[in-house]
Structure formats: structure tokens, C-alpha cells
């Protein structure tokens, strides 16, 4: 399936990982880019540029077709060695997230990497484009992690922002089967970005306690929370997070906050599979997820029903 | 274009208006049937069975093509006489929204009557298949007017809808355009409902003064109130609605609120064109409405769209 995107990365489908604190790491990243899609390292779940440098390294050892990398930008700490790494290394495509990426776009390109900038609205996928960057991802309220602050979902935001920039737009937040893939499209936009789906694979490095638990969940079982401190977060709606909303709603300042939002907390339940640790993101569209697949079956899976919603869709072009 | 939706109603276009209290009257109706949709009066904007009944014979002078009754049950009277009405009238399509409607289904369609009941979730999608419905609605986050309390978007409801019941699936909330139509029908829905969109047409009974407001929207001028009564809206974020949610926020009674969330604020609003009464309202998709255009109008140009998008899937077809 060929898109502007698709052409951009030199990628078989349309199809790329979202960033993914703590998870999007090689295992992960090679196994969606030898399938066909896109994997994205990401640079926040390393605790140095060395580090990412040898995880790219691996990476590079399982699969010889593109990756990138995601840098989330002013979360956690500078991202500056990040950026500088990955041209070092030669990566050459990057998705960079949670604030504006206007420092990095002139080493980037220079360096002849493609930039892509993750956004929640479409005054900033203006801007993005404005600044420079060879794509969007727009962000609908209903995905995992990081929605705006505006909560407008992926079906008007896609569209929007199809309307607004010239550059190619990658959908996100709610995408996560062959229909929506399907969907995306026809809203306007060249791939579709998926976290959620990924995290239920085989290949993530996540504790089996928590993988398990993924199917059995609905669409219901997300809530978002931080949204007293501006930065709004969606996450699985867990015994946890639900104290945490608590304490919002209570005007909570952020130290009593802190123990529920702090990276260390997150990756400490990454680790040990407890989730009373920490908050975990996930999307609405873990509603519609019922296995825990291989990412290789994960795409075919996804590929076979887009195929299938597009003949459908051929019958009524014939009417 | 055919679906088991335009086969079930013997309409043209897969698009079906919403309904819209104090909106759905003959005018709006009667065009949106006249250009191949499917029209519905909303019962509850008529202060009697009566005067419903001559809307419906003002309606059939307008077209002769079908349409139907929309009836909110519980929300603001007892329903019974508008379905008896109904049933008199010969109408032959209901749709049902706002509580159960498991008491009409027998009269309704021991009298030959499609029923169809519009949802909020995934549960009572089940419920309405199971008491006898010959199709769903449901209605996504993003809508304008009430949602569910679970806050989950169109996306993944409309698939989840369409796994869980072998009734047709309508979608709504964030369908207006012609490429969100072939979303819908990607996601596996039948047809989708259009509310908002149609109240931003030429033929709309609605003052002035708030229907020149509308094209200057955008996505972010929308917000959900009456969170505090368990009964969550999506309305214009009038000066009038931001107070409301301020006194929801402090915990104001139901006292307190009703000046703002009465019956009578709204319609006379409508009447007067003054939005400092009552609430008005609105999907998100009012970002991407930019004229006031015929219904006639409207609907060519989804459909150009639609056959736009299906024309560019094709291409995504012979890859």
C-alpha cells in the first residue's frame, strides 16, 4: 500500500508505532519495521545517548529495513544528546513530541533526517509545518498517552488538519485495526500511527502481569488523569490512577501527586508487572484488542481486514 | 448508494439526520428527505401530539419520500401519546433515544414500524438488539448532545457496535463530511447520523443571530456540562455554558443549574437568538462546517466527497 508516507520512509505499509515510554525499545522497534511498518525507538526510555547508541545498534542487527527514533521533548530532561546521537548514528528519520522542535530541525535536515512532529491540535500542526517538519502526526483525545488539552477526537482533528497543512498527516489516537486504517484514509491522512496495539504484542518488553492483562480489558477501562497540572494523560484506569484522579479532584498539590506520575514509578511497574506503581498509558482502542499477537501477525492482521474493508468499499464505488 | 440502512428506509443517501429538539420540524425534515436522506421530527419539540401531527401532515405536503419521528424517552414527558401519535400517523420509522424504549416496541412494530434506538455505548447496543430494535445508533464522545458517561469516541464504539450486534450499525458524533461518511462505512456502519450539520443549513428553523455563529467555530468551541447531574452534553461554549460548568465545578445544586439547563432557556434562545439563555447544542465536527448551505446543498456535497474518497481508495485497492 503506497502513501505519501509510506514513500517518505520507504516502508511496505502505512502503519507506525507510536512512541512508547520504557517500551520502544529493539525488540519491539525491529519486529513493526521487519513487518512492514515503521518502528520508533524511544530516546526517553534510555538514560543516556550511549545507551540509545546501542539499541540502535541492536536494532540494526535484527532488521535491515528504516526505523526512527521518537524524542519527547522538555518531559523528562534535555533532549539535546539525543538529537545528537541520532545523527551520529545515522538515523534517519525522527518523531519528536511535547514541545516545539524548532531547535532541531536545522541539524536534522542538514544531517538529511526526516522530521516528523507529534501534535494535539492544529494550531501546532501549522506551526510544525511552518518550522519546517516533513509531516504530522495529529492526536485525537481518545489515545493513549499525551491527548491536547482542547479533548477534540482524531475524526475532526484528521480532517482538520488535512485541511490546514500541505505537509502529509499521520493519524493518531484511536487507530488500531485494518477498518481504521481504512478510516484514516479516507479522512485524508497517509498512515496511522498505533501505541496501544503495539503494547499488546509478543515482542514488547513489558511484565507478563501486565501484558495478560491487556485483552480482558474494554474501552471503558481508560481514564485520563494529570489534567490539573495542564499536562493531561490517558491511562488505564487502574485502582492507582483512580486515587490519582481522586486527589486532583481534591486540589492536590504536586507532591502528593508525585508518587503516581514519577517516570521511576512507571518503569518500576513496567519491571515488576504491578501496577499499584505508577500510571500506564493506554488508549480507548484497547477496547477492540482481545489477543496478545506476534507484531508480524499483528500487521497481516491489520493489512488483511484493510484489504477486505477497501472491497467492500469497492461496491459502492460501483453504485 | 446502498446499504442495509438505505434498503431498510427505501432512501437514497445513506445519511440521517439527528435528532434536534426545537429543530426537528417539517422544514429541516422534509429537505433532508426531499434530497435523498433520511428526515426525522423530533416529537419533543412539539407541545402536544396534536400539533406533532400536523407537522407530520406539513412534512408529507413538503415530500413524498420517507421520513421519520424522533422520540427522546424520559427526558422531558411521557412519551406515550407521541408514539401513539405516531402509530396513527402512520409514520414508518422511529427512532427512540434517552432511556429504554422496551415498553413502545410491540405497538410499534406490531404496527409495521422500523425502530431504531440510538446509544451511548457498547452495552445497551446489546440491549436494543436484544428487545427487538431493527437497528442502533451510537453516538461517540464527540457528538453533539448527549454521549455516554464513559467519554469513548466514535472511532472505536462504531467498530466495537459492529462486533457485539447483527442489527445495523449508525454512526454518530463527528460525522459530517463526505470523507467521514466512507469512515463510517469503513468501520462498518450502515449510514451515520448528521446532527450538527444539519442545523447549520439554510433551511433550519433557528434565529439568525446563532446560525451566522456557527461557520466561525472551530473544533475547540464545544464543551460537555451537566456532568453533575449524570446527564453529560455536549454544548457550544457560550459564555452562559463556561458559567454553568464554573457552578457544576463548585458543586451547585440542581436548583442552582436549572435557570441554565431548562427547556424553556433553550427554546426561547432559539427564538430570540439570544445564547445568554439556556444551552445550544454542538458536535465538534462545527470545526469543519464553514457555510450555511442549502440541505440540498449539504448533501450533494458530502456525496461529491464521499465519491471523491471512495474514487482515491480505489487507487489503495489495485496496490
Do not use: W
Not at 80 to 101: C, H, K, L, Q, R
Not at 237 to 264: H, N, R
Amino acid at each position: 500500500m503506497k502513501t505519501a508516507i509510506t514513500d517518505m520512509f520507504g516502508i511496505q505499509y502505512p502503519i507506525i508505532q507510536g512512541g512508547l515510554h520504557g517500551l520502544g525499545t529493539s525488540p519491539l522497534v525491529s519486529a513493526v519495521s521487519e513487518a512492514g511498518g515503521l518502528g520508533l525507538l524511544t530516546a526517553g526510555s534510555f538514560d543516556s545517548k550511549e545507551e540509545m547508541l546501542l539499541d540502535i545498534e541492536r536494532t540494526r542487527h535484527l532488521t535491515s529495513k528504516p526505523f526512527g527514533v521518537n524524542i519527547a521533548i522538555g518531559i523528562r530532561k534535555p533532549m539535546d544528546e539525543y538529537v545528537a546521537g541520532v545523527i551520529e548514528a545515522e538515523v534517519p528519520i525522527v518523531f519528536t513530541s511535547g514541545a516545539n522542535p524548532a531547535e532541531f530541525v536545522k541539524p536534522l535536515k542538514d544531517n538529511g533526517v526526516k522530521l516528523v512532529h507529534v501534535v494535539p491540535s492544529v494550531k501546532f500542526a501549522k506551526k510544525a509545518e511552518e518550522i519546517g517538519c516533513d509531516a504530522i502526526v495529529i492526536v485525537g483525545y481518545e489515545c493513549g498517552g499525551h491527548p491536547g488539552r482542547e479533548d477534540v477526537t482524531s475524526l475532526t482533528l484528521v480532517q482538520k488538519a488535512v485541511r490546514e497543512v500541505s505537509i502529509p498527516v499521520i493519524a493518531a489516537g484511536g487507530f488500531s485495526t485494518g477498518a481504521s486504517l481504512i478510516a484514516a484514509l479516507s479522512l485524508g491522512a497517509e498512515a496511522v500511527q498505533m501505541g496501544t496495539r503495539f503494547v499488546a504484542t509478543k515482542e514488547v518488553v513489558l511484565h507478563e502481569r501486565i501484558k495478560e492483562k491487556l485483552p480482558q480489558l474494554t474501552e471503558n477501562d481508560t481514564m485520563i488523569v494529570k489534567r490539573s497540572i495542564g499536562k493531561p494523560i490517558r491511562v488505564m484506569a487502574t485502582e492507582q490512577a483512580k486515587e490519582l484522579k481522586a486527589l486532583e479532584d481534591k486540589g492536590a498539590t504536586l507532591e502528593e501527586i508525585m508518587p503516581y506520575i514519577s517516570g521511576e514509578a512507571y518503569l518500576e511497574s513496567l519491571r515488576t508487572g504491578d501496577l499499584g506503581k505508577g500510571i500506564f498509558s493506554l488508549g480507548q482502542t484497547i477496547g477492540l484488542i482481545d489477543t496478545i499477537a506476534s507484531v508480524g501477525d499483528t500487521i497481516d492482521q491489520v493489512m488483511g481486514e484493510a484489504r477486505r474493508v477497501l472491497k467492500r468499499l469497492e461496491h459502492y464505488e460501483k453504485l
